[in-house]
C-alpha cells in the first residue's frame, strides 16, 4: 500500500528515497517505510513460562510420589506461589520491557523452580533426620518474590541503560566499600562457616556483599573499557610480536581489581574473586580483542594462583582434595567424594526426583544443589540443566551482539560471562574438574543474596536486549513533497 | 505397579525437561527467521545503496530535498540517526564528537558538518585518511546532497529528508 505510486505515502516515499528509478520496489523493501510492527516473542515466552510451570509442577509431584506422602495442601501452595510470581514478572516485562528476550525469563523461572523443587526435597529429606530441622524452601520461594520484586524495580528505575554509564566511580566504590565491609566488621557479624564475607543483621538476615559488588565492578568495568577502548586497543610498546598495553591506560581497572582481589583472598574467599577476575579478563579482551591480554591476565593468574597456593593454607586443602579426592574420604574430602558417589548413583537416568539420598553431602542445598539434581536427574537431567544455562548465557552474548551501544554490548557480555563463568566453576567444582571454590549456582542455589543479585543480572540483559531489539523510532513524517513545497515558497518570499 | 509408575514418571519427566529445550531452541529459530528477514531489507536498503553509488550524478536531481537527519548507514555505528539541528556537527572519536565514530580508520577530530542556509556541507578537519563524498575526496568545504554517502574510515553516512 506504501507503494502505490498514486498514494501520497508512496510520493513521499519516493522523493524521500531519493531514487527515481524502482522506487515502488525499494518502498516494499525499506523496513522504515513500513509501520514498526515487529515480533515481540512475549507470547512465546508466556507459553515458555507455562511449560515452565508444567515442569516444575510435575517435579514436585514425583518427589511427593517417591516420597510415599500424600498429596498435601502444602504442594498446592508451592506451586501456585511459583505461577503467581512468573506470571506477575511477565506481565511486567511486557509492560516495562516489551522487545526484551522472549527465552530469559522462562529459562530463569525453570532453574529458579526445579531449584525451590530440590531444596523442598532435601528439606525433606533433613526434617526425616532431625524432627526441629528449619525447613529452607519457604523461605526460598519468599526471596524468589522478593528478587522478583527487586527486578521490578531494577526494569522500573533503570528505563535506559546507559544512564548506569554516568556514574561508574560512584558505583565502583560503592561497591568496594560493600565488599569490604565484611571484613571490617567484628566477626560476630561476618562470619558464617569460616569465611569472613557476609553482613549479619543477628536474627533477621544474612547479605553477602560480593555477589552484589561483583554487578557494580561489571558496570564500572563495562564504562570504563569503552571510554578507554580506543587507547587500550591501539598504544603500547611491542614486545615478542605482542603488542604491550600501556598500564597507565587500565590504572583504575587493575587498582580496583586488585583492591577487591586482596579483600576477597584476606576474607577466605577465593570462589567469587575468580569470578571477578575471569569476567573482568574476559571483559577486556572484548573490548580490545587483544590476545596479548589475554596472555598477561593468564599469566598473571598463574602466579597469583601460585602464591595464594604458597601462602592460603585454605586454598592448598582445596587442591589436595581435588587432586586426591580418595585419601581422606570420611574426613577433608568428606563432601567432595559423597558428590561423587551422589553422581555416580545417579548414572545416566538418575534415581528419579525423590529416590535418592542427595542429603548426604554437607551443603547439599547451597554449593552442591547441582550433585543433587545430578544424583536425581542422572547424566541426561543435569545436562538439560547446564543446556538451559548455556542457552540462557548464549542469548545475553545475542543481546550483547545486538545492542546498539558499546557500553550496553560490553555489559551484557560481562554480565553474562559471568552467569556462565560461575556455572562452570561451580559445577566444575562438584564434578571434580576444577578445585572446589564456593559459589552458588545461579538462580537454582538456596541463598537470598545470590538470587537477588542474579535477578538484577536478569533485568539488567532484559533491559539491554529490549533496547537493542525494539524496532527503532519512526521520525516524525515530514514529507518531501511537503519539504520541497516549502523550500519553494521561502525561495520565492526571498525574492 | 507403584514401582512402573515411579520408573515412568522418572523417565517423562527427562522427557519433558528436553521437551522445554527443544521449545527453547525453536523460539530461537524464529527469533533468528525474524532476525534474517530484517536483514533482507537490509541488504535490499544497501544494493539500493550501491546502485546509488554508481549514478553520482544522480544526487542532483533532487535539488530541493531538504535533509533533517544524518543517517550511519555502514559501519560499526550503522543504524544510528542523529537529527539534523542548528549548529555545525563534528564527527569524529573524541567523546565529545556530535556523532561519536568508533572505527579506527577515523580521527579524533574527522570532519565537521555545517549548514549553509537549506544546505549542509562537510568539511574535513585534517584527517588522517581523509573524507570522502562518494568516491571523491574532498579537499574543502563541499555541500553534501541528499543521499549521497559520506565516507569516513569504514563508516558511510548519508543525509536524508
Known sequence: MTGGPGSPAGLSGNSGNGSPAGSAKANTAAPSNRRPRRRTGRGAELWLLIFAAIIVTAALMIVELNQHQALKI?????????????????????????????????????????????????????????????????????????????????LLVIRDHTSLQSYPYTLAFAGLIFLALPAALPRSLSEVNGAKIWIRIPGLLSVQPSEFAKITLIVFAAAFLVSKRGVLSTAGPRFLGLTLPRIRDLGPLVALLAVSLGVLVVSNDLGPALLIFGVLLAMVYLATSRVSWLIIGLLAFAGGAVLAYQFVPHLRVRVDIWLHPFADPQGASYQLVQSLFGLGTGGIFGTGLGAGRPDIVPYASTDFITAALGEELGLVGLTAIIVCFMILVGRGMRAALAARDNFGSLLAAGLSF?????????????????????????????????????????????????????????????TGTLAQARTEILSRSAK | MPALILQLSRLGFLILLWLFILAAIR?????????????????????????????????????????????????????????????????????????????????????????????????DLGSTNGTYLDRIKITATTPVPVGVPIRIGRSVMELRP
Open chain 1, 418 to 478: 559471568s552467569i556462565g563463568l560461575q556455572v562452570f566453576v561451580i559445577i566444575g567444582g562438584v564434578t571434580g574438574l576444577i578445585p572446589l571454590t564456593g559459589l552458588t549456582t545461579p538462580f537454582v542455589s538456596y541463598g537470598g543474596s545470590s538470587l537477588l543479585a542474579n535477578y538484577i543480572i536478569l533485568a539488567l540483559l532484559l533491559r539491554i536486549s529490549d533496547s537493542s531489539r525494539r524496532p527503532p523510532v519512526k521520525q516524525p513524517r515530514r
Open chain 2, 27 to 123: 523460539v530461537i529459530r524464529s527469533d533468528m527467521r525474524v532476525a534474517a528477514e530484517g536483514r533482507v531489507g537490509v541488504t535490499a536498503a544497501s544494493k539500493r545503496q550501491q546502485r546509488r553509488n554508481t549514478i553520482p550524478a544522480r544526487a542532483t536531481a533532487l535539488p530541493g530535498v531538504r535533509p533533517s537527519t544524518l543517517v550511519v548507514t555502514a559501519g560499526s555505528m550503522a543504524g544510528t540517526r542523529l537529527r539534523l539541528q542548528n549548529g555545525p556537527i563534528l564527527i569524529g572519536r573524541a567523546e565529545d564528537s556530535t556523532l561519536v565514530l568508533d572505527d579506527d580508520f577515523a580521527s579524533t577530530r574527522h570532519a565537521r558538518l555545517i549548514q549553509q542556509g537549506d544546505w549542509w556541507a562537510v568539511e
Open chain 1, 74 to 154: 502444602e504442594l498446592v501452595y508451592y506451586g501456585g506461589g511459583y505461577l503467581a510470581v512468573f506470571a506477575i514478572a511477565h506481565v511486567v516485562v511486557r509492560a516495562l520491557a516489551p522487545y526484551a528476550d522472549p527465552l530469559m525469563l522462562p529459562l530463569v523461572a525453570l532453574l529458579n523452580g526445579l531449584g525451590l523443587v530440590m531444596i523442598y526435597r532435601l528439606d525433606l529429606a533433613e526434617a526425616a533426620k532431625h524432627a526441629n530441622a528449619t525447613p529452607q524452601a519457604p523461605l526460598q520461594l519468599l526471596w524468589t518474590a522478593v528478587s522478583l520484586v527487586l527486578f521490578l524495580v531494577t
